[in-house]
Nanobody
Framework: QVQLKESGGGLVQAGGSLRLSCAVT????????MAWYRQSPGKRREEREL??????????NYADSVKDRFSIFENSTKNALFLQMNSLKAEDTAVYYC??????????????WGRGTQVASSA
C-alpha cells in the first residue's frame, strides 16, 4: 500500500495555471493506477469526480471537462505524481485529491487517498 500527500493548491485568476504535486511513499510496485479526483463545493465525498488518471504503463485518460487543459504525469521513479492545470476556469474550483489503486502482497485490492489540496479559480 502507499501513502499520498498533495501540495500546490492555491487561488488563481481564471485563465491562469497551477501545478499540483502528490508525494507517493510506500510500496510503489504495488500501484496499478494513479489519479487525481476533485470534490466541488457542496458535493459529497461519494460525488468526487475523476479528473485524470495514469496507469502503470503510462496510459492516460481525462475527464471531458479538462481535456486539452490539464496534463497528468509522473516523475521517472514514480514517487511523485503531478497535475498541470492550464486555462483554469471558475468551475475548476474544488478540493483535489491524489488517488492510488493497486494490489497488496496477498493480491487483495487497495485504494489510497491523500488529504486533498484546495484549488480556487476566480472568475
Amino acid at each position: 500500500q502507499v501513502q499520498l500527500k498533495e501540495s500546490g493548491g492555491g487561488l488563481v485568476q481564471a485563465g491562469g495555471s497551477l501545478r499540483l504535486s502528490c508525494a507517493v511513499t510506500g510500496n510503489l510496485a504495488s500501484v496499478n493506477q494513479m489519479a487525481w479526483y476533485r470534490q466541488s463545493p457542496g458535493k459529497r465525498r461519494e460525488e468526487r469526480e475523476l479528473v485524470a488518471a495514469i496507469t502503470s504503463d503510462g496510459n492516460t485518460n481525462y475527464a471531458d471537462s479538462v481535456k486539452d487543459r490539464f496534463s497528468i504525469f509522473e516523475n521517472s521513479t514514480k514517487n511523485a505524481l503531478f497535475l498541470q492545470m492550464n486555462s483554469l476556469k471558475a468551475e475548476d474550483t474544488a478540493v483535489y485529491y491524489c488517488n492510488a489503486e493497486g494490489k497488496m502482497r496477498d493480491e487483495s485490492p487497495f485504494t489510497s487517498w491523500g488529504r486533498g489540496t484546495q484549488v480556487a479559480s476566480s472568475a
